[in-house]
T-cell receptor
């Protein structure tokens, strides 16, 4: 158990809908990262927050947004969902921001869009 | 731009044998960090080992060790005394000092045979 908690673990929704994925980082960690892993693919970096502020952005679609709250938990919002958005979405956390900080992953949220 | 390449999509090894997974990366940075993560069938991402580029000594964690060749930009993972539980996808990751984005390779699927 990495200490990073993600909910829900599984989610099935229809195209065009909106979902919210939630992440609680490890105790003491200030950074939260979101990654997308499509079937048999590597990890695509979406976005990173550090202590409530956006720190780095990857290939995140405009239909997706995220935020980190004062209690340091983070939410990833996915809207106007398409079949291609079906993937495993990982949240990870680290103590600090950037290199030198090992990131620890949650168990992921499986999203299936039908 | 930094890249991480894992040239072996799939590998297999007999139980108790040794296997080496390769990873190469491309960067103009001198200070950076390298990681190996394991993703078993449960899909959770588990940190295996970490290496700081400024350290010449290769990192070791029990049966897992790396061969870090900075000049060649190579970072291979050696698994000794392979066990069935080592069956997983293995990802190599890189992050340059002063940056916030971890870059993952496409992974090597390792199967340990009984």
């Amino acid at each position: 158990d990495s200490g990073v908690t993600q909910t829900p673990k599984h989610l099935i929704t229809a195209t065009g809908q909106r979902v919210t994925l939630r992440c609680s980082p490890r105790s003491g960690d200030l950074s939260v990262y979101w990654y997308q892993q499509s079937l048999d693919q590597g990890l695509q970096f979406l976005i990173q927050y550090y202590n409530g502020e956006e720190r780095a952005k990857g290939n995140i679609l405009e239909r997706f947004s995220a935020q980190q709250f004062p209690d340091l938990h983070s939410e990833l919002n996915l809207s106007s969902l398409e079949l291609g958005d079906s993937a495993l979405y990982f949240c990870a956390s680290s103590v600090g921001s950037g290199a030198g900080n090992t990131i620890y992953f949650g168990e992921g949220s499986w999203l299936t869009v039908v | 731009a930094q890249t991480v390449t894992q040239s072996q999509p799939e590998m297999s090894v007999q139980e108790a044998e040794t296997v080496t997974l390769s990873c190469t990366y491309d960067t103009s940075e001198n200070n950076y960090y390298l990681f190996w993560y394991k993703q078993p069938p449960s899909r959770q991402m588990i940190l295996v080992i970490r290496q700081e580029a400024y350290k010449q000594q290769n990192a070791t964690e029990n049966r897992f060790s790396v061969n870090f060749q900075k000049a060649a930009k190579s970072f291979s993972l050696k698994i000794s005394d392979s066990q069935l539980g080592d069956t997983a996808m293995y990802f190599c990751a890189f992050i340059a000092s002063g940056t916030y984005k971890y870059i993952f390779g496409t992974g090597t699927r390792l199967k340990v045979l009984a």
